[in-house]
């Protein structure tokens, strides 16, 4: 099984997306501007591509900063 680590930053309108191997050292993905409000909703989603098996994650250390 292959663990990838997803960690997506916003300051302002500015998104900073990156992934990592050991949670330690991280890729920036990609970078985008989004204009939204100042509140917004966060959820985890699991996604593959593999044919009609089932898919399972569990998600650890999972944390939301901000007011």
Do not use: Y
Not at 44 to 67: D, K, M, P
């Amino acid at each position: 099984m292959l663990r990838h680590w997803l960690k997506i930053q916003r300051f302002g309108n500015q998104f900073w997306a990156s992934s990592s191997f050991d949670g330690q050292v991280w890729f920036l993905r990609f970078a985008q501007t989004i204009p939204m409000g100042e509140c917004i909703e966060v959820g985890l989603v699991l996604n593959g591509s593999f044919g009609n098996g089932e898919l399972s994650a569990t998600f650890a250390n999972v944390s939301v900063q901000g007011a």
